[in-house]
């Protein structure tokens, strides 16, 4: 098979299984629910094998396949074309966001069953897919936009999928419009680039080409401006309400794009423009600061929080400012490691987070989820496995990952961004091990069992590549080679730090995190002391930070447009327009009345319209003669 | 000679004008009809005797004969106006009019 016809089948096949599925589901009333299943999981399953195809050639024989698949538009000597290509970062990226989507879905099949949505739930988890690929794997920025767009849409519509509650489909709302301020910064970036590129195409190639063209302060801007796009995707602060909300989301969803791929994008998006990152150097510390504020804020917060997705949303949100802060640095592969290593380990325990919840019947509040070892000593095994990566214990995958922003943190000479991020992973130890403690080390509460084995299977596989996922980039220290740096080939900057130190380094860190683990067993494990931590702690309630946002934004802005909606548009302009139509039909009436059907009346009106024209004609002869 | 002709042909159609705008009767306003057709046959054959060219008052002697026939198709006119209303009040013959939408 050639090139082209397999990147295009991994690009296509999600959209038509969603189509398929969306046929079917508007035009049959009772279907099977295996034929949603197996039309999902094959749409998905199939880029799932091509993108693992992709990534292997890409990994070991270099290759870059291509697909051109049209001219998007084409003016004078500029061009858009629609070109997938598979390069090494989207390679890389694919390696993961392809098979995690499809263990997910998997998962998805099981926790979903007999769900009255079932068709609706894989027409949108199908089509994320799809617009996620169009994202990854297209060529020039602004079809990549599109797909941008299309994940936010479909973010938006699983968000609300239990739309019978307002209360999601607010939180649905919340999510899109907090997107569109970052989509709007993304594209006016795309439009400053524009008009600075112009005529060269619109191909990444292109653009950093021209980049030595474009002076200085125009660049910070654009730079500033995409990172602002990414803000919104990727919930770093001050765009990151979103996400805490988005848990409204049945638990798929949330593992799927609120935790392994969606929000990744950010960081994908500032790593594909690493050049344009690499020479505007201000914006990059920007990025650095703000991930990690919003490490460190995510992971002060998620130590306080009782729903236990939302602590794994923040969780989310804070391992995204560690995936920043390498970025801001100049560590770009580092970051994109990080970002391979979280899907699996992420993903993982929102699906342990959804097999809970399930088992609960939608409890959802850890205060009330006990005892749960138990009762499903494989479900602890996974989950405890994720936490230990997730803690950065050797030897899981994200000790290499997150021990690898920490070493790049520390020789960058910005020693501040290295201490916050090292308070923020020890933060996620604890809020991690304060979960974990309270879910399992605690006395025993009847539960159901109904985890299929459609849900098991695929965080056992998950699992397993949360453990070994570091092994793709050891670095030099463990005998590795950083085979994923040299693949990727991106310009990152050069770090130098000595192995001595590297050791040292990783040594206080694993020292620092078991320390922690400790105190919290102490703190947590079987004991009722979480019942009685305050609710009301500034922490507890986020810092108020959507109390702050309400105050600052939301009500203004509703004031404003309820202004404008009563007495601009209401008072003024339909006033002013139903007063004009009110007053043509006055006139309508006037002449109305002149118009009497009376043929008397008419050939007077004919006669007055003669002897104007004779005394106009008169006027005239007069004035010529 | 011919101005004189002249003015009683308008003085004629101007009286016909009138007639044929403020009288209500239907018959007062046929005759007023025939009072303007009239009088632009009297100018006719007025400029066509000035000119001694004999083709307007050819033209005007066809539109006597018109005029003749119209008559009876007035008359009959009239007599389906009268069945409709009773009357031959021209002001209530207004159908044609906005307040009949």
């Keep these: ?97 392809a098979p995690v989507s499809f263990l997910i879905h998997v998962y998805a099949a099981g926790y979903m069953n007999n769900d009255k949505s079932y068709g609706r739930f894989f027409i949108y988890f199908n089509l994320f897919i799809f617009f996620m ?46 997107n569109r301020i ?22 990444y190639d292109a653009i950093f080409s021209h980049l030595t063209q474009i002076d200085d302060d125009m660049l910070t801007l654009i730079a500033s401006l995409l990172f602002v796009g990414a803000m919104g995707k990727s919930a770093q602060i001050p765009l990151f309400v979103w996400l805490p909300d988005a848990m409204a989301g049945p638990t798929p969803v ?188 605690s006395k025993r509460v009847q539960m159901g069992d109904k985890s299929s084995k459609a849900m098991i299977y695929p965080m056992a596989i998950l699992t397993l590549f949360s453990i070994f996922a570091g092994v793709l980039n050891l670095p030099e220290i463990f005998g590795g080679k950083l085979n994923m740096s040299t693949w990727l080939n991106i310009a990152d900057r050069d770090f130098f730090i000595s192995h001595s130190d590297e050791i040292l380094l990783m040594g206080v860190n694993t020292l620092l995190i078991v320390a922690v683990i400790i105190y919290t067993y102490k703190r947590y494990a079987y004991t009722v002391i979480i019942e009685r931590e305050s609710e009301q702690s500034i922490v507890a309630r986020k810092f108020c930070v959507d109390e702050i946002y309400n105050a600052a934004v939301v009500r203004p802005l509703l004031s404003l447009s309820t202004f404008l909606d009563i007495k601009i548009s209401n008072l003024l302009i339909n006033n002013t327009i139903n007063s004009m139509a009110l007053q043509y039909e006055k006139l309508g009436r006037a002449f109305s009345y002149f118009e009497n059907g009376n043929v008397r009346f008419y050939a007077l009106y004919i006669l007055i319209g003669c002897v104007m024209g004779f005394v106009y004609l008169y006027l005239i002869l007069r004035a010529m003669l | 000679m011919l101005k004189s002709y002249m003015i009683l042909s308008i003085i004629l159609f101007s009286i016909g004008m009138v007639g044929l705008i403020s009288r209500r009767n239907i018959i007062v306003i046929y005759m007023s009809i025939e009072l303007l057709l009239n009088a632009v046959n009297l100018s006719l054959v007025a400029i066509s005797a000035d000119l001694a060219d004999s083709s307007a008052q050819v033209m005007s002697l066809i539109i006597i004969a018109i005029a003749a026939s119209e008559a009876a198709l007035f008359m009959a006119l009239f007599v389906v106006l009268f069945r409709n209303k009773s009357s031959l009040d021209a002001n209530l013959f207004d159908i044609l009019g906005s307040k009949h939408e």
């Design chain 1, 1 to 97: 098979m050639s090139d082209t016809l397999l990147l295009n089948i991994l690009l296509l096949s999600p959209l038509v299984s969603a189509s398929l599925i969306f046929l079917i589901n508007i035009s049959m009333s009772q279907t099977k629910q295996y034929i949603y299943t197996f039309l999902a999981l094959s749409g998905s399953g199939i880029s799932a094998l091509i993108a693992l195809f992709v990534s292997y050639y890409s990994y070991f024989a270099k290759k870059v396949f291509v697909s051109h698949l049209f001219t998007w538009l084409s003016i004078g000597d500029f061009t858009i074309e629609v070109t997938l290509k598979a390069d090494p970062l989207s390679s890389f990226m694919l390696l993961f966001v």
């Design chain 1, 133 to 178: 690929f169009l994202l990854l794997l297209v060529d020039n920025p602004i079809i990549m936009f599109i797909g941008w767009e299309g994940v936010g849409l479909i973010s938006y519509a699983l968000i609300g999928f239990y739309f019978e509650d307002i209360q999601n489909t607010y939180a649905g709302n919340k999510a899109f419009i907090v």
């Design chain 1, 182 to 203: 970052g989509d709007f910064g993304f594209l006016s970036a795309l439009m400053l680039m524009f008009i600075e590129v112009g005529s060269g195409g619109f191909s």
């Design chain 1, 254 to 441: 949330s593992a799927l794009i609120h935790a392994a791929t969606m929000v990744t994008a950010g960081v994908y998006m500032v790593a594909r423009f690493a050049p344009l990152y690499n020479i505007a150097v201000d914006v990059s510390l920007f990025i650095a600061y703000i991930g990690a504020f919003s490490a460190l804020f995510a992971a002060i917060v998620a130590s306080r929080q009782y729903d236990i997705k939302k602590i794994l949303a923040y969780s989310t949100m804070s391992q995204l400012g560690f995936m920043f802060m390498a970025l801001g640095v100049g560590a770009y592969s580092t970051a994109l490691f990080h970002m391979f290593t979280h899907a699996f380990f992420k993903a993982l325990l929102f699906m342990g987070a959804g097999a809970i919840i399930v088992a609960f019947n939608h409890k959802q509040d850890i205060r009330e989820l006990r005892g749960i070892r138990y009762f499903n000593p494989l479900l602890f095994i996974m989950m405890f496995t994720a936490s230990l990566t997730i803690s950065a214990i050797p030897p899981f995958s994200a000790f290499f990952s997150k021990d690898a922003i920490m070493s790049v943190l520390y020789s960058s000479g910005h020693i501040e961004l290295f201490f916050m991020a090292l308070a923020a992973s020890l933060l996620t130890v604890y809020y991690m091990f304060r979960m974990i403690f309270v879910l399992f080390f």
